[in-house]
């Protein structure tokens, strides 16, 4: 059974911030062989949707109120299913968390991710409508991407 959470950064405990940080290094960093600066001063204003299962995380997302990281917009970022959980259809029920966590602060709100640009086709299944060309963030193409309040 998997144990979903969503914690206001003030509220972390010390472990689950060290979870979600080595997630994250594990993936974005190690696996995709791509050193950036995952620690870019956000973390502190958002909210962190943790899924647990036999209390190991599993899957994580950052969620950016409105006014953050966009003026028009809220966002979901930092998506990540570990090694161990993928092919489960886990991705779907993590973007319907984030989707819902920040529907409940603000119904009206647009949601924007930049997504990388091999997975535009999982956000398109969610509702996500691509809005930019390519582009390249460290060396990865991405493309920006909307969900709008009626979807």
């Avoid at 091999?118 to 299944?125: A, G, P």
Wanted: charged content about 20%; some cysteine; hydrophobic content about 40%.
């Amino acid at each position: 059974m998997i144990d979903w959470q969503i914690v206001p950064f003030e509220q972390l405990t010390l472990n689950q911030l060290y979870a979600v940080l080595k997630l994250r290094q594990d993936i974005f960093v190690v696996e995709q062989t791509c050193p950036y600066h995952d620690m870019d001063g956000l973390d502190q204003q958002c909210l962190h949707l943790m899924a647990y299962e036999n209390n190991q995380l599993i899957a994580y997302t950052r969620l950016i109120p409105q006014g953050i990281a966009h003026q028009k917009y809220s966002a979901i970022g930092r998506v990540v299913i570990s090694e161990l959980a993928r092919g489960r259809k886990l991705g779907f029920e993590l973007m319907e968390h984030s989707i819902d966590a920040l529907r409940e602060i603000d119904a009206t709100t647009t949601i924007k991710i930049g997504a990388q640009q091999h997975l535009e086709k999982f956000y398109s299944q969610v509702g996500f409508k691509t809005i930019s060309d390519m582009y390249l963030e460290d060396d990865i193409p991405h493309i920006d991407m909307l969900l709008s309040p009626s979807t």
